[in-house]
């Protein structure tokens, strides 16, 4: 039978589906299927981690890119309220990846990211963090504020 957690391993097989054997239609129907199974579990502490990996790996097949951005922020918040630290920053990061993607504005990118940087560190996600500073530094650069050190935050 099925089981709450049914719903990641449904995840990750229409992810193997797509990534290993490129077959996207086959691998978002599994992902659809995870989503199904996850409500009908009701498990929120699932949730957001489920969700998250889905429009990360799988929805981005099928679905622009534009449309992720507020379901990334959704989720951030959803991940907090159910205490998941790691995925809530796995989302804030993904919200301004894919917002820098769909063309958000860079000093509005700039922002959120040192916001996102700024609760990475204080909630000790620190091996996302090194990823992140990466990013942030890019988006300063872009931004047109060379010489301006994007480490300062930290």
């Not at 809530?88 to 959120?112: C, D, M, P, Q, W």
Request: glycine share 6%.
């Amino acid at each position: 039978g099925f089981a709450p957690e049914s719903a990641f391993g449904f995840f990750c097989y229409s992810y193997s589906l797509i990534s290993t054997f490129n077959n996207i239609e086959e691998g978002y129907r599994w992902a659809k299927l995870a989503l199904v199974v996850l409500e009908r579990f009701n498990a929120p502490s699932l949730s957001p981690k489920v969700k998250i990996c889905i429009t990360m790996f799988v929805s981005i097949w099928k679905e622009p890119v534009q449309s992720s951005v507020d379901e990334f922020f959704h989720f951030h918040r959803e991940a907090l309220l159910v205490g998941d630290i790691e995925f809530a920053a796995v989302s804030s990061k993904a919200y301004t990846h894919h917002g820098f993607i769909s063309g958000s504005s860079l000093a509005t990118i700039e922002r959120e990211c040192a916001a996102i940087s700024l609760d990475m560190m204080q909630s000790k996600q620190l091996h996302g963090l090194v990823w992140y500073m990466s990013f942030h530094a890019m988006v300063v650069e872009l931004n047109g504020k060379k010489g301006r050190d994007p480490f300062a935050v930290y």
